[in-house]
């Protein structure tokens, strides 16, 4: 190309000379545009590029461009913020009503089963609860008013709500039943015998607290000493009761079958009330709703609270009976007059006998009927003679031998006024005679008058006031009546007596129940003794842990030349008796036209 370049620049042509040359080719400048399809991406040029002539550096004059970081890896994509969780429902319980429930699921095995947990029974109480009333049920407002007295309504003012009449926990069957069936019967106690439990109950304690402990243990005396059950602790049946110190006072009512719930929590750690949860547990039910008791008290819906109005029905059930044992005003299972009420001073429920207004709801301890009806239940067959019991007692199921007699009378066939530190037999005369009584126990008068009436008169009385009353005067003025009224202050005196008494204190001691009268060391002539005994359960009495009581027993004369006595008697014995030809009495006493021996 070099060579050729030269040639051709050493031999000049003109153009006209150069075109004749048809062989060659015409230069490029000579050619007309020519337009292609498509275009060189510089276009046609007719002058010298403009590269042409430009000094390239050499290769080796390029640098290599600097070495930069990496890039940053692009960003991870930004998940949307997880949801947030869910927020559970507002409870309808408050906290105290939640432990409740939780405890009654744990501690009852009946309540364990698959359907059968506590919530499901409040659903039912609540539907049944507002067909009663109309009114939408509201759990977390149902508080009760403050009361004065030792009760399970004053213990349960924050958890009264979501059971069945304050301190009732219904299996989801026996929920079902009564708000089913209220147009039914219902009596003082299941008679179901599968809610029935065997003589021999065995309990536990969940709470190692030995006060609290003595108590229960205290009240458990009262059924061992006067029915035919026992009480074992720890006991090997598989079906027991077990007690804790809950949210309050609450039992199921009968047996349920395995471990069985009895709260006795802050404020029910008297014997009434303890003794109350545990009668529910053998079967009883409250007094007031038994089908007959408008013939005995009368309800007030209009002071009740909103919704409560269902806690006082007859309810209704054929599983019951109340085995013919009248109504009892006295009876441990009895609402107080302030039951459910919406605000205090006013009252739901009263007697139409107003006698009786401040003996009703009593929780000083089970009644003579609370017990009469137990007896009647689970104790009918242990006893197979009778007894010519006398004051309405009847064959004690521990001694076939002899009577379980009604408060205030003793003896074998509760022939005996009961012995007490002040009281004593009386015969009322023409004149005024003055009875003192100081202390902190129970004193019985028997007052008697041949063929004439007995007026008495309360000079000075220092109780403490409440509307369900621990202290009281209690007048029996007709052995008929199983149940007597209680009469109680209804305010202090406005003025200081011209003498003032001593005001009488509460013991601050706490003792067991009494242990049974022994026999009576002589069989007639108001001449021998028999003794009790109780043993103190607090520290304010250790130096006096045990007490005793004596009273004079077999008030009936002895017959003429007989004794009737126990082992030999003594020579003191011998001078201070009186013994005659006839029938006779021992010194102190004298034989009546009635043929009873009479304290002179």
């Known amino acids: 190309m070099f060579l050729l370049f030269l040639i051709f620049i050493a031999l000049p042509l003109s153009l006209s000379q150069f075109d004749s040359f048809s062989e060659f080719p015409p230069p490029p400048w000579h050619h007309r545009p020519h337009h292609h399809r498509h275009h060189h991406p510089f276009g046609h040029w007719h002058h010298p590029p403009p590269w042409r002539g430009f000094h390239f550096p050499p290769p080796e004059d390029f640098l290599p461009p600097p070495s930069l970081p990496p890039p940053p890896p692009p960003p991870a994509p930004i998940s949307p913020p997880p949801a947030p969780p869910p927020q559970p429902m507002p409870s309808p319980y408050t906290p105290e009503m939640q432990k409740v429930i939780q405890s009654i699921n744990k501690k009852s095995e009946h309540f364990s089963k698959s359907g059968e947990n506590y919530e499901n029974v409040i659903k039912v109480l609540k539907d049944f609860y507002k067909k009663k009333t109309g009114l939408q ?50 009596r003082k106690i299941v008679s179901d015998l599968s809610k029935r439990w065997t003589r021999s109950i065995s309990f536990r304690f969940q709470e190692n607290d030995e006060e609290w402990k003595t108590s229960i243990r205290s009240a458990i005396s009262v059924f061992t000493s006067s029915t035919c059950l026992s009480f074992i602790e720890n006991g090997p049946s598989r079906d027991y009761l077990i007690f804790t110190k809950g949210q309050g006072c609450y039992s199921s009512v009968g047996k349920l079958g395995g471990s069985q719930e009895v709260s006795i929590g ?44 269902a806690q006082f029905e007859r309810l209704n059930t054929t599983i019951t009976s109340d085995y013919g044992v009248p109504y009892d005003y006295g009876s441990a299972m009895h609402y107080p007059v302030f039951a459910f009420v919406r605000q205090s001073g006013l009252t739901s429920i009263e007697p139409t006998d107003r006698s009786f207004r401040n003996t009703i709801g009593s ?137 003032q008494p001593k005001p009488i204190r509460r013991d601050p001691s706490r003792w067991s129940g009494w242990s049974a009268w022994s026999s009576c060391s002589e069989a007639c002539g108001a001449c021998g003794k028999e003794e009790r005994t109780r043993t103190c359960l607090s520290s304010s009495c250790r130096m006096n842990s045990r ?37 006779w009495c021992c010194a102190g006493y004298k034989k009546t036209t009635t043929n009873w021996c009479s304290q002179v």
């Not at 030792?150 to 069957?173: H, K, W």
């Not at 303890?274 to 209009?302: C, M, T, Y």
């Open 137 to 186: 049920y509201d759990f977390s407002n149902f508080k009760l008013p403050t009361v004065t007295g030792r009760s399970e309504l004053s213990a349960n003012q924050r958890t009264a709500g979501i059971f069945y009449e304050n301190d009732v926990v219904l299996t989801l069957s026996q929920a079902r039943t009564i708000t089913k069936e209220t147009n039914r019967k219902k």
């Open 547 to 583: 007490q005793s009581q004596a009273r004079t027993c077999n008030l009936n004369p002895c017959r003429s030349g007989t004794t009737r006595g126990r082992g030999k008697r003594s020579t003191l014995e011998a001078r201070v008796r009186h013994k005659r030809q006839t029938s």
């Open 266 to 309: 802050f404020g029910c750690d008297g014997e009434g009330v303890i003794s109350h949860e545990i009668a529910h547990s053998l079967g009883l039910w409250h007094e007031q709703s038994r089908p007959d008791r408008n013939n005995f008290v009368k309800i007030f819906p209009q002071n009740m609270m909103s919704g409560a109005q």
């Open 363 to 499: 929780r000083v301890s089970l009644s003579f009927l609370d017990v009469k009806v137990i007896n009647a239940a689970y104790c009918s067959n242990v006893c197979q003679q009778s007894l010519p019991c006398q004051n309405n007692g009847y064959p004690h199921p521990n001694a076939c031998t002899r009577c379980l007699c009604p408060s205030g009378f003793s003896g074998k066939f509760c022939e005996n006024l009961e012995y007490s530190e002040f009281g004593s037999e009386l015969v009322a005369t023409s004149s005024w005679k003055t009875l003192r009584y100081q202390g902190s126990l129970q004193s019985f008068w028997r007052i008697r008058a041949q063929g004439s009436k007995i007026v008495f008169e309360f000079t000075s009385v220092y109780f403490k006031c409440s509307p369900s009353c621990e202290e009281f005067v209690e007048v029996g003025f007709s052995f008929s009546r199983l149940t007597i009224p209680l009469i109680v202050p209804e305010q202090r005196a406005p003025k200081i007596p011209p003498q």
